[in-house]
């Protein structure tokens, strides 16, 4: 291997990062709106923070590395350019724990990134919050010293000390709610106080405020003390108040099992809109056939990435031995980016010069595969055996459980009297695991 192609397939493998959202204006963007059931995030979600005389509280939902990050920071730069003030973070970065979050949480997490993003503003309010509940949370925050004797940076670093702990240390992290909860209130008219008086200061290009709490669809579900409740209704139902009570507009992502529980309209009810969904990418339709506008999307996807590093490296002839080479990854990705990338990062991994071959292709569909062999329990097969004949999902927690672990995905697309159609099917790379297999010619049988 000469020391130009080793750099070229480093070039390329760096290009397919799995985990790396594109910002805002970024060459490599794909727009998959057309195979997404006409997804647009800034007529979706901008319009209305554009076009309502009050702020507006927004869900936005799907499955975990479907690219709502990406369209997320398409809707920041869109807002900044209609004159709002953005104030976006990536919520599970810095300041919460996805395997065990709460409210506080994320009542915390705003105001750190509240206070970080907009320095010009007297904090005074949130300070002196602060300073009020001192002798309960000085502990928490790992320092001895008296509020007052800090200086003003070290007493604004305090929330970010306290979202650090929240996220880093489990031994603290409910200490720290059991203090803060009781006064979460009063936090939130601090917060308040500070957000209204950053909105008359706000430079004059800008309007308003919003706020785009990103990630929160990462928490992890689960049952409360083995009831019907969820982790889930506690945070985005019960306290759906306390998360629409920031006097700014506000975006929060949330766990695509959310958005199909037995609550799903409480959540229309609680946040008065629907919740927006990012669907696959449609690489098939419901009756099974390649949906080719989906395919050359997916193709598209990896031409652009591609043509960052190596403008002039065909894709069907340079790139991959075969068409069918690039086909059948781009399929069995089900249309799902982050998967999409993820194999072809294994089968470059897999080759030590291009052309990148079906043999490396199908090594890297393999030990993909492999990673969701574990995901389904032993009473989920059969149900992923009937999801991919009738196309549909049930309403219950096994269901949404394998939504969540992407065992199952979900497509949308209008057909031809302009009606939604929303449909379901399991994860090609299930398809070729022995358990399915075995449900499906037990379920025909």
Not at 143 to 169: D, G, W
Not at 210 to 222: C, R, T
Not at 392 to 416: A, G, K, T
């Amino acid at each position: 291997m000469t020391q130009n192609t080793e750099q070229l397939l480093k070039k390329l493998y760096n290009a397919f990062n799995p985990y790396s959202p594109l910002p805002a204006g970024d060459p490599q963007y794909v727009d998959c709106g057309e195979v997404r059931g006409d997804d647009n995030i800034t007529k979706d979600l901008g319009r209305n923070i554009q076009r309502s005389e009050q702020n507006t509280c927004q869900l936005y939902a799907g499955h975990r590395g479907a690219g709502k990050s990406t369209e997320l920071l398409r809707l920041e730069k869109h807002l900044q350019d209609k004159g709002y003030f953005v104030v976006y973070f990536a919520a599970d970065e810095q300041d919460i724990n996805p395997e065990d979050t709460e409210y506080t949480d994320i009542l915390l997490a705003c105001t750190r990134h509240l206070l970080e993003t907009i320095k010009d503003t007297d904090s005074k309010p949130l300070r002196d919050w602060m300073k009020d509940r001192w002798n309960d949370l000085k502990d928490l925050a790992l320092t001895k010293v008296s509020f007052e004797t800090l200086s003003l940076e070290m007493q604004i670093a305090q929330f970010a000390k306290l979202t650090a702990n929240v996220r880093n240390e489990p031994s603290l992290r409910q200490k720290i709610r059991e203090k803060v909860n009781p006064y979460t209130q009063t936090l939130i008219e601090a917060l308040n106080e500070f957000i209204g008086a950053a909105k008359k200061k706000l430079p004059a290009q800008y309007l308003q405020l919003v706020v785009i709490a990103d990630n929160l669809d990462k928490i992890v579900p689960f049952s409360k003390d083995g009831g019907e409740r969820s982790n889930l209704d506690e945070i985005f139902l019960d306290r759906s108040e306390q998360l629409k009570a920031l006097d700014c507009h506000v975006v929060y992502t949330v766990p695509i099992a959310m958005v199909h529980s037995n609550r799903a309209s409480d959540l229309r009810n609680n946040y008065n809109n629907i919740p927006q969904v990012l669907p696959m990418i449609m690489v098939c339709n419901p009756s099974g056939e390649i949906y080719l506008p989906g395919l050359a999307k997916m193709k598209e996807v990896i031409e652009k990435r591609v043509k960052k590093v190596a403008p002039n490296l065909c894709l069907e002839t340079k790139l991959f031995d075969t068409t069918e080479a690039l086909e059948n990854l781009c399929l069995m990705s089900g249309g799902h980016v982050r998967n999409l990338l993820s194999i072809l990062q294994g089968a470059i991994n897999q080759i030590d010069e291009l052309p990148i071959t079906a043999k490396a292709v199908q090594r890297s569909i393999t030990k993909e595969r492999n990673v969701y062999c574990s995901v389904p329990g032993k009473d989920d097969w059969s149900i992923l055996a009937k999801v991919s004949v009738d196309r549909e999902i049930l309403n219950d927690e096994q269901h949404r459980n394998l939504l969540f672990s992407r065992c199952i995905l979900e497509y949308r697309y209008y057909n031809d009297e302009g009606e939604m159609q929303v449909w379901y099917d399991v994860h090609p790379l299930i398809k070729g695991i022995k358990q399915f297999k075995d449900a499906v010619a037990l379920l025909e049988s």
